[in-house]
């Protein structure tokens, strides 16, 4: 096997067991939205779990099927992770496992989408790993798979008050086209809803 000079990261599609890695790394791109949905649904049973199983599996949008990973070198752990999928898929979602007022409490970012597009749904790479570029790849990835399978926007989510993030995607061309407003929650800390921007493909 090729290795990788010491302090690289390579790129390659996300495999089943890679699905805890990936869990985790989409709770930190959900600033809490996924611990706020999942944690204690079933006593014993957190947020990364629940992703786990849909990351794990090959039906649902959040699969690795549609996951791209970063890694510490060739074979190392992984650092980072883009999941996209058709917009329109939020449309057939069942939510039937969720608690009702769970899910009504965010619905507002479920139904606020760019309808037609690739949605971004997750990107995230791990805190004492960033600034080295590999969230830009990521998003190129994301870019690519988008023109390569007929989309021509690529959409995404972002709260209000993550700073860094906004900033990232408006550096990139991203521009916000609406807001989903969500009311304030302990478990759900943010201020000023949830922003979704888009940018040609």
């Not at 390659?12 to 890679?18: G, L, P, T």
């Not at 917009?87 to 899910?103: I, V």
């Amino acid at each position: 096997m090729t290795g990788s000079a010491p302090g690289t990261v390579a790129y390659r599609d996300a495999r089943a067991e890679d699905s805890r890695d990936i869990a985790r790394l989409m709770c930190v791109a959900g600033g809490g939205l996924y611990e706020f949905l999942f944690d204690d649904l079933i006593p014993f049973v957190s947020a990364k779990d629940f992703l786990s199983v849909g990351i794990g599996g090959d039906s649902y949008p959040i699969s690795h099927r549609h996951c791209r990973v970063a890694t510490e070198g060739d074979g190392g752990d992984v650092i980072g992770m883009a999941n996209v999928f058709p917009a329109d898929l939020l449309k057939g979602e069942d939510h039937h496992l969720l608690a009702s007022e769970r899910y009504a409490h965010i619905q507002p970012i479920m139904e606020l989408q760019d309808w037609g597009s690739l949605f971004l749904n997750a990107l995230a790479v791990d805190e004492r790993c960033r600034g080295r570029g590999v969230g830009d790849v990521l998003l190129r990835w994301a870019q690519d798979r988008a023109k390569s399978a007929g989309f021509n926007r690529l959409s995404l989510h972002v709260w209000a008050d993550n700073r860094p993030a906004m900033k990232f995607y408006r550096a990139r061309g991203y521009a916000e086209i609406g807001v989903a407003h969500i009311a304030p929650h302990p478990r759900l800390p943010h201020e000023g809803g949830s922003v979704l921007m888009h940018r040609a493909a």
